[in-house]
């Protein structure tokens, strides 16, 4: 069924042997580029009716040489999927030839010779044949037309033979990608080693500039399918973009911003690739992937980009675990193109661990393929799955996380992510984004649970105190928030006014005004269980005209568990009556409950998987070794051998408490 | 040495820094075990060397108080006065507000001082004198009578000026000019005398001399309200006490001053050290009284009733007459009772007050204290808080009690709110300002409506979270909440584990973060590749 790179090449040669023409020679390379040294070589034509090729060349003779300008894509297409060869002829070339010319080119290959007996023809001595000259041509228009047609022919073999040479490759580069598929049942570790090969082998062809010849083809990566050759794909469409780059001189030409002819290539890769394969081409994907999103970027449409970084990300590596520079770039385009949901899939899932140099240069590299318990074995350094990560970028990436979910309400997980940025451990020094990330803390802590939030336990007191010297109007804010009293608060919000807008927050401090009013009327129903609405403003320090309609609203969107009751007397405003804790409607509220639990159940879990990779990898580290190794030799100076094996352990848990 | 050493390590490992402190240490350390071979010092002084070396006391097991008594310096007698001045400096400038009692309490002044001796009848006298209108001028007459007894001019001054803002005719109020100038010559000669006297004693080193020296100044100094100069002297009595008798008179003596001074602290740590004092088991069994009847009362100015109720109760029934200069046995009974009643709930209230042997001796003195605390332990809160009532005037007018009264009677007053509310599940706000709140029930025309102060006492009690139940005005109800356990605990499982989710998330981020070593450091200019080397700060301290 397969044809090997050998026997390929076998039969071209023996093909043009057939001719016995011995001015023809060709020489062949394996992996590299044929080099041709005679400018002559057989051409194979074939005529789909049957009739005369020269004939209908002539006739139609100024297409056949325009036809020399014809593109290389425009070639007939090599008829590369094996399944095609039980076709009948005719068939098989009706669905292969592509230009308008009834010409067609065609290399022969073995099964090709045995399914359709060639014509062979041309080679420039064999011009002078009476099968390829018309007699009813005038001599001069006929020598005139033989130089022309020599012409055409040598351009024209020079073109198949940079054609015989690219469907040579094509031909490697399918067998080289076919002898991966049939290994797809192989132990993991062969198929490791084959794969490794087949990128190491690309990787050699792009230094070597080979790939180049496909640059400009385009029906070459029609004959990939994504999913089962993602290498080939990949690699190749880098090169075709990178062409188009070069040519345009821009970085983002037509082509590759959204609904050009390489962005939706890039989009069919992107949403379908073999996430096993690109493991080994990180570098390569996140090139890809960056570029994608920087040209929707540029095409002012964040939001094509986003989604498709997105889908990426999460085919490459489902758990979502391991940050990476792309994490930051989805985010912000999220945040750009406004879709805060479409960041959902990759922010739901818990970060805990960054790429990391796994063990010496000296040790084996791991099997990428295997099916690891957590992506953080292969989502290494080593890969390049992620660019060089300094802490502004993940210190970004959980601001930005936290905004999101400010944009859609979630204020509890917003907390979540920006207490992640403001307890980061740090040295003597504080991010500004931290400083930033704690304003918002404090308007969200007030948002969610109505009173100002202490940082985290982990955060370093130093760095506590920079943020309330920083922070200072945020923190007022959020004590006279506490203590209640709506005045108050607007004055201290109107004050700083220009504090607010200078961080960008004022949407926040609006809202904090909004829930100021539903959060002090929910606490009066911890106090009260009915009470006249005409009492209500005295409690809440409000004016009765804009209570009234509150509170309606409030009720109304179920903010607050409560109705209203008309008294009889009318003369008497009505009466707003608490429900009383336990009346909720029973059987939505535990299934909700119990969807809640399974979910916190599962996230645990795989906190609880990460926390042991996390382990495994700290009990790898050079420092934990080395602390280790000082500890015996610290044990043994002090002469008391006993406790050695202790103060190790000791060491061992000094180091986790440094950590944590 | 060795064995201490190794022992050493878990703390001194905690940090970076310790690590590579350690490691001198440990080099230390053998450079000073071979100086302690070659000159034979003692292990222990080598420790207090290597001790001060390293600057950081704390680290060594605290064995250096029992181990070096020597080793504390200076005499502790003089670090006590220093903090006894400090804390003296912080407590006598209280500003107090005045109190003005216009309703007669019930006691006769005569009677009520006569259960005095000492120093305190001057002082109970002024403060009746100046915060009772209708005992005025009586008190302070009786006042201005017993600091002329005394050798005390200024008391006798701030008498006489008191009398004369209240009485200006009075023939008391105006000064005894003669008296106060040959009071004073005599108070100035007689201290330059036993300054004298005790310079030579000093001089003569007879210990048993000096103490007597600093206790006849200490005494006279108290006797003219020099109380300053007055504890000063006594504490320096220490050093020359002899006897486990000397310490406990002088410890009494320094409390007495401090009592007068309104220094608890200071009361507090001496009563501490009466406690620990060896003295004689008769004699120890005799001042247990004294000494617990003024450990109450200082608990009780320090504000922690609960204590101050339990002491109170402990107190033996021996105390009798024998420490009327502070406290009398009707005291103890009403300073028990009204901190129990404010601290205690119902069944701690019977069994340890109305049941207990010893309280009961002192309660039969005050019996309408023993009448409330039954009527709160029956359930009849009205008429217990109207007890208190009638009684608020001569609680004024107690010079210890004074300060305490609005607050113990807060309290109590919300204890039986909230003991009252128990049984029921919903209760009429009627019924309720009925019981605690009559005269709003008389003087207004709707008693349970949300602005009368009853009810916004309530919700005050609701919103401190004293009270858990909800105030339903339209029924006039007071509804307690009732709390659906299966919501309950399926909220607080659900909160719990969210916020474990997230802790652990977080601490596996910093670990994460760490090991990366990515942590936020100032930028010097090496961008963040650092990495390693920030990761290997300790890299010098390896061999």
Redesign the interface.
């Given at each position: 069924m397969h044809h090997g790179a050998t026997s390929k090449l076998y039969c071209v040669r023996h093909c043009l042997r057939l001719r016995g023409d011995e001015r023809q020679v060709m020489r062949y390379e394996r992996h590299q580029m044929l080099r041709i040294r005679s400018m002559t070589c057989q051409i194979i034509s074939y005529n789909l009716s049957g009739r005369n090729v020269v004939g209908q060349g002539k006739r139609d003779e100024s297409k056949v040489w325009r036809g020399v300008s014809i593109p290389l894509s425009d070639l007939p297409t090599f008829p590369g999927s094996p399944n095609n060869h039980h076709n009948s002829p005719t068939s098989h070339f009706s669905t292969n030839i592509h230009i308008p010319t009834t010409v067609g080119f065609l290399l022969q290959t073995s099964y090709q010779t045995s399914l359709l007996p060639p014509l062979l023809f041309s080679s420039s001595s064999n011009l002078e044949s009476p099968s390829y000259c018309n007699p009813d041509t005038t001599k001069a228009k006929e020598s005139r037309n033989r130089t022309h047609l020599c012409a055409f022919v040598a351009k024209l073999s020079c073109a198949l033979l940079s054609y015989l040479a690219r469907m040579t490759l094509l031909s490697d580069i399918i067998s080289a990608s076919a002898h991966l598929h049939s290994s797809n049942h192989l132990p993991s570790d062969e198929y490791d080693r084959r794969i490794r090969e087949l990128v190491e082998y690309f990787r050699r062809l792009q230094t070597t500039k080979a790939l180049e010849s496909f640059a400009n083809d385009e029906s070459f990566l029609d004959r990939f399918d994504p999913a089962i050759d993602s290498i080939p794909f990949l690699f190749v469409l880098r090169v075709q973009i990178q062409k188009v780059q070069e040519l345009n001189a821009d970085l983002y030409p037509a082509d590759i911003r959204p609904s050009g002819k390489l962005w939706t290539r890039a989009a069919h890769f992107l949403t379908s690739f073999d996430g096993v394969q690109v493991r080994y081409a990180g570098r390569e994907w996140r090139l890809l992937v960056e570029l994608v999103g920087q040209a929707s970027q540029a095409a002012s449409t964040p939001l094509l980009g986003a989604t498709l970084v997105k889908d990426a990300m999460l085919r490459l590596d489902p758990s979502c675990a391991v940050f990476t520079s792309t994490h930051l770039l989805l985010v912000r385009l999220c945040l750009q193109a406004k879709a805060y949901s479409c960041a959902l899939p990759v922010l739901n899932k818990?970060?805990?661990?960054?790429?990391?140099s796994l063990g010496r240069p000296s040790s084996e590299p791991s099997v990428l393929c295997a099916d690891h318990g957590s992506s953080v074995s292969f989502m290494t350094e080593a890969s390049e799955v992620s660019s060089?990560?300094?802490?502004r970028d993940?210190?970004q990436y959980f601001l930005y996380g936290g905004m999101v979910y400010m944009a859609l309400k979630e204020w509890?997980k917003a907390l979540?992510f920006l207490?992640?940025v403001i307890?980061?451990?740090?040295?003597?020094?504080?991010?500004l984004i931290?400083v930033e990330a704690y304003k918002k803390w404090v308007l969200v802590g007030l948002l969610e649970k109505g009173k100002l939030c202490p940082p985290?336990s982990?955060t370093t007191p130093h760095v506590v105190k920079v943020y309330q010297s920083l922070a200072r109007p945020y923190i007022i804010l959020a004590h006279t928030f506490e203590r209640g009293d709506l005045k108050k608060l607007n004055a201290e919000i109107d004050a700083a006014m220009g504090v607010w807008s200078a961080d960008k927050n004022l949407g926040l401090v609006a809202q904090v005004v909004a829930v100021f009013f539903s959060q002090t009327v929910i606490k009066l129903?911890?106090?009260?269980?009915?009470?006249?609405m005409a009492?209500l403003p005295?409690q809440v320090s409000l004016c009765a005209e804009v209570t009234g309609p509150a509170v309606s609203s409030l009720i109304m969107s179920r903010a607050l568990n409560a109705t209203l009751?008309q008294t009889k007397d009318h003369a008497e405003s009505s009466?707003l009556?608490?429900s009383?804790?336990?009346s909720?409607p029973r059987l939505s509220?535990e299934l909700d409950?119990q969807s809640?639990?399974k979910q916190?159940?599962k996230?645990?879990e795989t906190?609880v998987i990460?926390?042991g990779e996390?382990n495994n990898?700290?009990g790898l580290?050079?420092?934990y070794v080395?602390t280790l190794h000082?500890g015996q030799?610290?044990s043994g100076?002090?002469?008391?051998n006993p406790?050695g094996g202790e103060?190790g352990l000791?060491?061992d848990e000094?180091l986790m408490?440094?950590?944590? | 040495m060795i064995d201490r050493l190794t022992c050493h390590p878990p703390h001194i490992l905690c940090s970076k820094q310790h690590i590579v402190l350690s490691v001198q240490i440990g080099c230390y350390l053998l450079s000073l075990k071979q100086t302690s071979l070659l000159f034979k010092l003692q292990p222990l002084e080598i420790i207090c060397q290597f001790q001060s070396a390293r600057n950081t006391p704390s680290e060594l097991p605290g064995k250096m108080d029992t181990t070096l008594p020597d080793a504390s310096g200076p005499s502790r007698a003089d670090m006590d006065t220093a903090a006894l001045e400090a804390t003296a400096a912080i407590t006598t400038p209280r500003a107090r507000v005045p109190v003005k009692v216009e309703e007669p309490p019930k006691f006769d002044l005569d009677t009520y001082i006569a259960n005095y001796t000492g120093r305190t009848r001057y002082d109970r006298l002024y403060l009746i004198g100046t915060c009772s209108p209708l005992l005025s001028t009586d008190a302070l007459k009786a006042a201005i009578a017993e600091a002329k007894t005394s050798k005390d001019v200024s008391r006798y001054e701030r008498a006489v000026r008191a009398l004369a803002d209240v009485a200006p005719t009075d023939p008391d109020a105006s000064l005894d000019a003669a008296w106060v100038q040959e009071t004073n010559r005599y108070v100035q000669t007689q201290t330059e005398r036993l300054e004298h006297e005790l310079r030579g004693y000093k001089n003569n080193l007879i210990k048993e001399s000096i103490r007597m020296g600093h206790e006849d100044l200490g005494n006279h100094h108290y006797e003219t309200g020099d109380l300053g100069a007055a504890s000063k002297a006594y504490s320096r009595m220490r050093d020359y006490c002899t006897t486990p008798n000397h310490i406990t008179s002088m410890l009494f003596k320094m409390v007495n001053v401090a009592t007068e001074r309104g220094d608890w602290m200071s009361v507090q740590s001496n009563v501490h050290r009466l406690r620990n004092s060896q003295s004689k088991p008769e004699d120890a069994a005799k001042n247990l009284s004294k000494i617990s009847a003024v450990s109450a009362l200082s608990q009780m100015h320090q504000g922690s009733y609960l204590e101050a109720a339990n002491s109170f109760l402990s107190v033996p029934p021996d105390l009798g007459d024998t420490y009327n200069e502070v406290i009398t046995p009707n005291d103890v009974a009403v300073y028990g009772g009204i901190c129990a009643l404010a601290s205690m709930n119902r069944d701690e209230l019977q069994k340890s007050v109305l049941d207990s042997q010893t309280f009961r001796n002192f309660l039969e003195l005050e019996p309408h204290i023993r009448r409330a605390i039954a009527f709160f332990c029956n359930f009849k809160f009205r008429q217990c808080l109207d007890i208190l009532e009638a009684y608020r005037p001569d609680y004024l007018l107690d010079i210890h009690l004074q300060r305490h009264i609005p607050q113990l009677y807060k309290r109590i007053r919300t204890k039986s709110i909230e003991q009252y509310m128990i049984p029921f599940s919903r209760v009429t706000l009627d019924s309720m300002a009925k019981i605690f709140a009559p005269t709003v029930v008389g003087g207004e025309a709707r008693p349970t409506d949300i602005s009368s102060p009853f009810v916004q006492e309530l919700v005050g009690l609701i919103q401190d979270g004293v009270l858990n139940a909800r105030i339903d005005l339209e029924k006039g109800l007071l509804v307690s909440n009732q709390i659906d356990l299966r919501a309950e605990v399926q909220r607080t499982t659900l909160e719990s584990l969210r916020e474990f989710n997230e802790e652990a998330h977080l601490r596996i981020l910093h670990a994460a973060v760490l090991q990366a070593g990515l942590d936020v450091k100032p930028e010097m200019g090496e961008g963040p590749g650092l990495g390693k080397g920030g990761r290997f700060p300790r890299g010098p301290g390896r061999d």
């Open positions: 818990r970060i805990c661990h960054f790429p990391i060089k990560i300094s802490y993940y210190l509890r979540h207490g992640i307890s980061m451990p740090s040295t003597s020094s504080v991010s931290m985290p982990m129903g911890k106090t009260f269980a009915a009470l006249t009492d005295k009751v009466m009556r608490f009383s804790i336990h909720l509220h409950l809640q639990l916190e159940m996230l645990m906190l990460n926390l996390t990898n700290l580290s050079d420092e080395d000082k030799v610290w100076s002090s002469e008391v406790t103060t000791e060491m000094d408490g440094d950590m944590s | -």
